[in-house]
């Protein structure tokens, strides 16, 4: 075999893999996003309906005089039903539970291993 046949079939090796990959990354992606959707599910789990309420509302910003307004609630019983929530949590304040909400979909750092391209296609 001549070296050009030995490199238009590595580049043809190298195509397919390349592909593969590529329907690899597509699959995982929708993996994640549906991990992501798992994760917030499973922490609003935890809240009454009217707690979802007010912390989806404290996701967007919303003060407690603001929240009591759109869910025509009294602002007290907003307020308790934040402090319900903090509780749930684990934390001091609504912005922590934001935040910690918020943390779920960090990912910690990860090392990418860089593999040498001979290494995919057998090349002499």
Excluded: Y
């Amino acid at each position: 075999m001549e070296k050009a046949e030995k490199l238009l079939m590595g580049i043809e090796n190298v195509l397919q893999i390349a592909n593969e990959l590529f329907d690899e990354v597509s699959r995982l992606r929708e993996i994640k996003e549906e991990c992501k959707i798992l994760k917030e599910k499973l922490f609003m789990e935890q809240f009454t309906r009217s707690e979802k309420e007010v912390f989806e509302l404290a996701l967007d910003g919303l003060s407690s005089s603001k929240m009591a307004e759109w869910l025509f609630k009294e602002r007290s019983t907003i307020s308790q039903q934040r402090k319900d929530i903090c509780k749930k949590l684990g934390v001091k304040n609504i912005k922590e539970a934001v935040q910690k909400f918020q943390n779920l979909h960090q990912e910690p750092q990860q090392e990418i291993h860089q593999e040498s391209p001979r290494k995919l296609v057998n090349i002499s």
